[in-house]
């Protein structure tokens, strides 16, 4: 063998195990933690006794959602991920429009496009108390999609689901930001 053959197979196993590294620290920041539960503590608006818990955990066919609501008045209530965790605002509008980081319509929570931020509406009985729980497909506590550190606002109207680009559901009564929470 040639000592430019030799040469060259020692560059080449060289290239490889620089190849193999770089590879290697890849694979490293991929490990980030993957968060599977988040809550938001809401807050009423000026003026408003609503207060409530939204508890977000991740499960293997999608997020599942429990709100439990109270103080609001009987009926429906559009019911979003807006796009700030910024309750800063008296009347809640710091927390901007609804979340909507695929640049989609609004819509119902079962549409196949929607705003990620389009959950709906809760209903609150003749006390003023509401439940609601789903499992969704849209939205993640990870990723491009995730919600972490965006803020849930409570309505004062029902959303209508089609009016563009809010529901036509009004007023905001609560405000919450959206945090990690500890896994179960
Ligand atoms: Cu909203
Ligand atoms: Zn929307």
Not at 12 to 29: D, N, S
Not at 65 to 73: E, K, Y
């Amino acid at each position: 063998m040639s000592f430019n053959k030799m040469f060259t197979g020692i560059i080449l196993v060289g290239a490889l195990l620089i190849g193999c590294q770089q590879k290697e620290v890849t694979v490293e920041t991929s490990t980030v933690p993957q968060f599977t539960k988040a809550v938001a503590v809401l807050h009423a608006t000026e003026g408003n006794e609503v207060k409530g818990v939204v508890t977000f955990t991740k499960t293997a066919e999608g997020v599942k959602i429990v709100a439990d609501v109270m103080g609001l008045t009987p009926g429906e209530h559009g019911f979003h991920i807006h796009e700030f965790g910024d309750c800063s605002s008296p009347d809640g509008k710091s927390a901007g429009g609804h979340f909507n980081p695929e640049g989609n319509p609004h819509a119902a929570p079962d549409a196949q496009t929607r705003h990620v931020g389009d959950l709906g509406n809760l209903t609150a009985d003749e006390n003023g108390n509401a439940h609601y729980e789903r499992l969704d497909t849209h939205l993640s506590l990870n990723g491009p999609n995730s919600i972490i550190g965006r803020g849930v606002i409570i309505h004062a109207k029902a959303d209508d689901l089609t009016s563009q680009p809010t529901g036509a559901a009004g007023a905001r009564v609560a405000c919450g930001v959206i945090g990690v929470a500890k896994a179960q």
